[in-house]
C-alpha cells in the first residue's frame, strides 16, 4: 500500500511538497503508515461517537416527561445497552487508541509501530464489529437490552428464539473488539518497550507514552477475563451450557467478578491516556516544565498495579461478603492517591504559568475541573454505605458521565484541538473552537450535574418512566443533553472547514516542546524520521533552554533542506 | 530542484543507504509474541478460577450418574504431550546446528505426539457419560479441556506450516522465529495442559 501510494504521486509527475502529496484516497486503503491508521481511528470512532450521541438523544428525549411515551420500552433498553456500548467500544477506546497510533511512536523516535500491518488489521476490525453491533437491530427481537454489563439472567434471556439474536451479536462484537485491543495491546507494549530512538530513556519519555503504555498493559491483563466471560455467555445463551444460570446450578455472580476485574480497569484504559494528554497540554499553555514529571510517571505505573484490585467495589449490592467489601473498599480509595498526585502535579504545572486560553487549553482546564468533580463523587461512592445507599441509581450514572464526558471527551476535544495542526498542516478556526467549549462545557454540566441530586432522590437507573417529583432535575438533563448535542456542530464545521481551507500550520504552532513539533505539519513520509532523533533532555523544557534532541535539523528531508 | 524532491520519498522504503531507515525495523516479533501469550495465559487463567469457584461452591457438582473421571487414559496422554516438549527441544537444536533433516524427523514426532494426544482427547470425550450442557461440571469440563484442545490444534497447524517452510531453501537460514515462536507456544500449551490436569483429573 505504501507502494501504491508513491507510485500515484510518481504518475502524477508532481513533487510531493509537504502536505500535499497526501492523497485522500489512502485514508480509505489498507494502509500500514501508523499515522494514517491514528486517523482512521479517530475519524471512524467520531463517526461512531455521533451515532451513539444519537442514542443518548433518544433516552434524554424519553425522559423530558416521567411517563414512557417517545419509543417503546424495548426499544429504550436497546438504546441504552447500545449508547454505552457504542460510547466505549467504539468511541473512547478506538479514538484513544488512534490518538496513541498517531502520536507515540513519533515521541519516542521510531520510524513506525512494531507491527504495521497488524495495526492495519486492528484498526479495520473496528468497523467490522461496529457493523455487527448495528446489524443488531436487524435480527427478530431487535438489539441487545440487557445494558452494556450484560449480567445474566438477564442477558440470557433469548424470548425471541432465534440462534443470531441480539445478544449474539452484541457478544460477537465484543469478543471482536477483544481480539482488536489485544492486537494493538501487543503492538503498543511493544513499541514503546522495543523502539525508543537513541537516549529515549524511559525518565524521558513524554507523560503521553506512559499513560499509553500503562493503559495498554491494562488492556493485556484485563481483557482476557471479559473474553473468557464473553465465551461462557455466548455458550448458556446458544447451546444450553449453565455458567451462568442458577436454576441449574450456575452462578451468575461470577459472571459479575470477571466482567469487572475487566471493566473497572477499562476505565483506566480510558482516562490513563487522557492523563497523559492534560500533561502534554498543561505545560505548553502555561509554559512551564510539568510539574513533578517523574512521579506523576510512576503514579501511572501506580494506578495499573492497584487497579487490579478494586473490580468488587461495582459489586457491593451482589451479596458480596463483609471482608470483601471492606477490602475493596479500601483499595478502591487507595487508588485515589496516584490519581490526586496527577492532579495535584497539573495544578502545579498551571500554577503561576503565562496561561494561553486556546481551544486545546480551554477543554483541557475544563476537563480538569469535571474530573476532580466526578474525583469527589467517586470517593463517596467507593464508601460501602452510601454505594449501598445509591447503588444502581442516577448518582453513579452521573458520577461516571463526569469522568467519561466530563474527563475523557473533553480531554479528547482538547488533544484533537492541540494536535490537529500537526495531524492535518492546517490550523483550526479559534473561534468556533470556544463557541464548542462553551456548549460543551455548559452543556455538560446541564447533562450530568442534575443526576446526582436525582439519584440522591433515589431515582433509578436505565428506567423510560419514573415518578412526577423527579421531572425538573430530567427536564434539565434533557436540555443539557440536546445542547451537548448542538455542540458538535461547531466542532464538525470547524475541522472539516479548517482541513479544506484553513490556514497552512508552521511546523511548531504552539512553541511546543516535543519531538513531533521539530516534523513538518504533517509529517511528510512513511517512515518519521530520514534519522533517528537523538534525544537529550527530559520532555516539557520550558524556560530551560536545554536542546530536547541533538539533531533537530536532520530529522526530515525537507524543501528548504534540498 | 524537483527531482531531488521525488528522490527522498522513491528510495528512503527500501533505500540501504539510509542507514538508520534500515536498521529501523529490527526483528520485534519474538517479544510480541511472549507479550501476547501472557495475555493469552489470562483467558486461560479466568476459566481456571471460574472451575474453582464453581468446584467449591455448587452442590451437586457431579452430573446424575456421574462418580467421577478415568484418570488412566488422559495420564498416558498427559506423558505423551509434555514429553513432545522436549522432543520439540530436539527439533530446534537440531535447525540450530543446520541439519535439516534431523529438524523434520524430531518436528513430525512432536506433531504425532500432539495428534496422538487430539486424538485421545477425542476417543475420551466420546465415552463419556455426560455433555456439554449437564450441569456445571459438565460444562466447564468440556469448555477447559476444549478450549485447551483447540490450542494444541492450533499448534499442530503452526508445526506444519513450518514443516512446509523447512522445504523452501534458505528459509530458516537469517531467522528461526516461526519455529521458536511455534515451539514456545507449545511449551505453553504444555504447561496449561498440566494445570488442566491437576485441576480436573487429580483433583477430584
Known sequence: MVNLSVKESIAKSEPPSPGEHEDWRRFFSFSTDHKVIGIQYIVTSFFFFLVGGIFAMVIRGELMTPEADLVDRTVYNAMFTLHGTVMLFLWTFPVLVGLANYLVPIMIGAQDMAFPRLNAVAFWMVPVFGVVLMASFLVPGGPAQAGWWSYPPVSTQNPAGVLVSGQFLWLLAIALSGVSSIMGGVNFVTTILRMRAPGMTFFRMPIFVWTVLSAQMLQLFGLPALTAAVIMQMFDLTVGTSFFDPAKGGDPVLFQHLFWFYSHPAVYVIILPIFGIFSEIFPVYARKPLFGYKVVAISSLMIVGLSAFVWVHHMFASGTPGWMRMLFMFSTMLISVPTGIKVFAWVGTIWGGKLRLTSAMLFGLGGLIMFVFSGITGIMLAAVPVDIHVNNTYFVVGHFHYVIYGATVMGIYAAIYHWFPKMTGRMYNEGLGKLHFALTFIGANLNFFPMHPLGLAGMPRRVAEYAPEFAFWNVVASIGAFLLGMSTLPFLVNMIGSWIQGEKAPKNPWRAIGVEWLLSSPPVHHDNFKELPVFLAEPYGYGKSEPLVANPDTLEVTRELN | ?204
Not at chain 2, 487414559?73 to 520439540?88: D, H, K, Q, R, W
Not at chain 2, 490450542?151 to 519455529?179: A, C, K, W
Not at chain 2, 521458536?180 to 483429573?201: G, K, M
Open chain 2, 1 to 204: 530542484m524537483n527531482s531531488t524532491e521525488v528522490d527522498p520519498l522513491l528510495t528512503a522504503p527500501a533505500a540501504p543507504s539510509h542507514a538508520p531507515a534500515a536498521e529501523a525495523h529490527p526483528d520485534h516479533r519474538m517479544f510480541g509474541f511472549i507479550v501476547f501469550l501472557l495475555s493469552e495465559s489470562v483467558v486461560f487463567l479466568s476459566f481456571f478460577a471460574g472451575y474453582i469457584v464453581y468446584k467449591t461452591t455448587t452442590p451437586n457438582w457431579l452430573p446424575v450418574g456421574v462418580t467421577g473421571l478415568d484418570v488412566r487414559e488422559p495420564a498416558i496422554n498427559t506423558v505423551v504431550l509434555v514429553s513432545s516438549s522436549f522432543v520439540i527441544y530436539i527439533a530446534e537444536r537440531y535447525l540450530h546446528d543446520k541439519n535439516l533433516w534431523g529438524f523434520r524427523i524430531f518436528w513430525l514426532l512432536t506433531m504425532a505426539m500432539g495428534i496422538y494426544f487430539l486424538y485421545g482427547q477425542a476417543v475420551e470425550w466420546s465415552g463419556l457419560p455426560f455433555g456439554f450442557t449437564d450441569g456445571v461440571f459438565g460444562g466447564a469440563f468440556y469448555l477447559l479441556t476444549g478450549f485447551h484442545g483447540l490450542h494444541v490444534m492450533t499448534g499442530v497447524l503452526l508445526q506444519l506450516i513450518m514443516l512446509g517452510r523447512s522445504f523452501i531453501p534458505g528459509n530458516y537460514d537469517h531467522s528461526e522465529y516461526g519455529t521458536a515462536a511455534t515451539s514456545l507456544f507449545w511449551h505453553f500449551v504444555d504447561v496449561i495442559w498440566i494445570i488442566l490436569f491437576v485441576l480436573i483429573y487429580i483433583w477430584q
